[in-house]
């Protein structure tokens, strides 16, 4: 097998392990939005000023973390973003193990864990508690209308975040360095490691050492995933969303393979409004 071949059975590879955080992100989400003990953020939840709020919400922290950036808050930043982490690790361990301290306890051993070993597959089991969590919270929290018409405007802004303004491809590049569960993370190479500080010496990106995929790209269509299932309390919608998810990464992961950062939720959000779109057609619809 020469170079060329293993190189495309390693691209193939990580695109696969990539999918496979989406569905585990979904999976988590549903199984979450199932317990008692989950409170939703909003008490009208099909109300479409949730989606102002939430799309507002958004943008004021990425302006914040760039803004921070910008005058060399790295420092206050990482402290800020690992305060939210931990918040939602708390929140999620609340309804997983309801009982006396036990929640505390494992978000002070996680949180201490990604202050002293931000390894990638550290940020990578974390960031599946934190999307999962995420997309629970407020899955449960939007209605499907809602929640249709953030995917929407989410599409667009990361189109324009990316191709356009090109700033979220220069907020990847800082939270790389940040090591914070905010992206999942694949090594191209066994030996890759983010701890390691060699290769940044010689210059290298750690963006060209291995293959990154934020974490909004598997909560934001995990959204509709569990909000669809709430609603109509089947999990018919809802894997018929995550299939279309699927369908729309694999669409992504062709051009994604060629190396350059490209925007995920223009494809992965139209799969899945294409994937529950077609489940209500058939179900409702017809």
Do not use: Q
Not at 92 to 117: C, Q
Request: with cysteine.
């Amino acid at each position: 097998m020469n170079k060329e071949e293993k190189a495309e059975e390693m691209s193939i590879t990580l695109c696969i392990g990539m999918g496979v955080f989406i569905v585990l992100t979904a999976v988590i989400a549903l199984s979450l939005a199932t317990l008692p003990g989950i409170e939703p953020a909003f008490k009208n939840s099909e109300s479409l000023w949730n989606t102002i709020y939430f799309f507002v919400l958004i943008i004021c922290f990425t302006a914040f973390i760039l803004i921070v950036l910008r005058f060399g808050g790295k420092r206050l930043v990482y402290l800020v973003m690992l305060a939210a982490v931990a918040v939602t690790i708390y929140y999620v361990m609340a309804v997983l193990v309801p009982y006396d301290h036990i929640p505390l306890v494992s978000t002070l051993a996680l949180t201490l864990l990604l202050y002293k070993y931000p390894e990638w597959y550290v940020l990578d089991a974390t960031g599946l508690i934190i999307g999962g969590g995420a997309a629970a919270i407020f899955g449960i929290s939007l209605g499907v209308l809602p929640v249709l018409l953030l995917m929407i405007i989410l599409a667009v802004y990361d189109a324009i975040a990316v191709y356009k303004t090109k700033h979220m491809v220069s907020l990847a590049e800082s939270i790389v360095d940040l090591r914070i569960p905010v992206l999942f993370v694949l090594p191209r190479k066994r030996s890759f490691s983010l701890l390691r500080d060699e290769d940044r010496e010689k210059g290298k990106s750690g963006m060209e050492e291995a293959f990154f995929m934020g974490l909004g790209d598997a909560i934001i269509p995990s959204l509709l995933v569990v909000s669809a299932f709430v609603k109509y309390a089947s999990v018919a919608p809802a894997l018929s969303t995550l299939m279309g998810t699927l369908a729309g990464y694999a669409v992504l992961s062709r051009i994604a393979g060629r190396g350059k950062p490209h925007a995920g939720l223009p494809f992965l959000n139209s799969g899945a409004i294409i994937g529950f779109a077609i489940w209500y057609l058939f179900a409702v619809v017809v």
